[in-house]
């Protein structure tokens, strides 16, 4: 199940026709979140505080810092104080200096912070297996992730990420201001409960760059499909990770720019 996603009312001044009044507007609410590793701040991240720990689990695996869930021992989440603790396992080792981020983590930037451009690339296989969808159950993947989410049409401001199977069932949905966020929170969702995510599709609500790529890829999904466009180097990443890329999700047509095979 999804967390309430929060939002706040604010009085406004609008402006309509040349006429303006005061009204009651709702936005998206945007706060950090620092995520500490057994006493090491790792990255301070913005995001909607709803599924932390999700979105704490996701980030953990997506950005390689840990292989999987098996090392951590637990996740405090104080969201008055707005601090995520990870307690690890006596016998899991964590390279900090790596991982430690230089800036916080924009809404906006999965990726920020990082200190060297080597440190953005992670080593993971290629993508393989037989996974297929047919064109018809993709096209009707935006409507369903647009129905399922709850803020969106309250306040226009929550990007979202879906997971559904080969049927077109969602599995997973998740909403945050950012884009990554929403990514590292269905995934870690996913994770959590061992969901097989070499048989599933991320639709997500907005383009996809490099970073949406690796994030999937870390954790093997097969196909990323979008409502907008793909970055350059997006569309190079999947071609070498062995992904499909859809983009432009819009009925009656959407792009694919690697792994037609996988559309059937």
Do not use: W
Not at 85 to 92: A, R, S, W, Y
Not at 224 to 241: G, R, Y
């Amino acid at each position: 199940m999804q967390s309430e996603v929060r939002s706040r009312s604010h009085s406004i001044v609008q402006y309509l026709d040349g006429v303006e009044s005061v009204v009651e507007d709702s936005v998206s609410v945007e706060e950090p979140l620092q995520i500490t590793l057994d006493g090491h701040p790792i990255a301070v991240v913005m995001r909607t505080p709803c599924d932390d720990l999700d979105l704490v689990r996701g980030f953990l695996l997506t950005e390689a810092i840990l292989p999987d869930l098996d090392g951590v021992m637990r996740i405090d989440v104080d969201q008055s104080q707005n601090h995520a603790l990870v307690f690890l396992k006596d016998d899991v080792t964590v390279d900090f200096k790596r991982h430690q981020r230089n800036l916080y983590s924009a809404s906006s930037c999965g990726i920020c912070g990082k200190a060297t451009i080597d440190s953005i690339r992670q080593d993971n296989p290629r993508v393989e297996g037989d996974f297929t969808v047919s064109g018809e159950i993709l096209l009707d993947l935006p409507d369903r992730l647009r129905k399922a989410q709850r803020v969106f049409e309250k306040t226009g401001g929550l990007h979202a990420a879906g997971i559904f199977s080969r049927a077109g069932e969602l599995l997973v949905l998740r909403e945050d201001v950012g884009r990554h966020n929403a990514i590292d929170k269905v995934l870690g969702y996913a994770a959590q409960r061992s969901l097989d995510l070499s048989e599933v599709i991320l639709q997500v609500s907005g383009r996809v760059s490099f970073e949406v790529m690796q994030k999937a890829h870390a954790l093997g999904v097969p196909m990323i499909s979008a409502i907008s466009a793909p970055t350059s180097l997006a569309v190079e990443f999947a071609q070498e990770s062995g992904q499909s890329l859809i983009g432009f999700l819009r009925p009656p047509k959407f792009n694919c720019y690697a792994g037609p095979e996988r559309v059937v």
